[in-house]
């Protein structure tokens, strides 16, 4: 599976930005995407991703602010990020597992929130 993601930029803080990640390759439909991302000095942590029952989870930090979406025909899903703050810059990564367990990562893409 390969995946490209995009979207991201220099965003002001309270403003929004929408992230992409495209896959291809060998997608079933059970598979899940989601987002994670990684801040400097820090683990990587999730930000929102799909379930395997279709449902959505969100980091604590995001709830509120961030919405995950997907076009199932496109392969591709969605971040919607709103009211972003600074604490939200990172390098954002999209993730995508198989209903058995193995994981791939896009090369991530940097969201950078400041004045």
């Known amino acids: 599976v390969q995946l490209q993601a995009s979207g991201g930029g220099l965003v002001q803080p309270g403003g929004s930005l929408r992230l992409s990640c495209a896959a291809s390759g060998r997608i079933f439909s059970l598979d899940i995407m989601g987002w994670y991302r990684q801040a400097p000095g820090k683990e990587r942590e999730l930000v929102a991703r799909?379930?395997?029952?279709?449902?959505?989870l969100y980091g604590d930090s995001v709830k509120g602010r961030f919405t995950i979406s997907r076009d199932n025909a496109k392969n591709t899903v969605y971040l919607q990020m709103n009211n972003v703050k600074p604490e939200d810059t990172a390098v954002y990564y999209c993730?995508?597992?198989?209903?058995?367990?193995?994981?791939?990562w896009g090369q991530g893409t940097q969201v950078t929130v400041s004045s």
């Open positions: 799909f379930t395997s029952d279709g449902s959505t």
């Open positions: 993730n995508y597992q198989r209903s058995y367990g193995q994981i791939f």
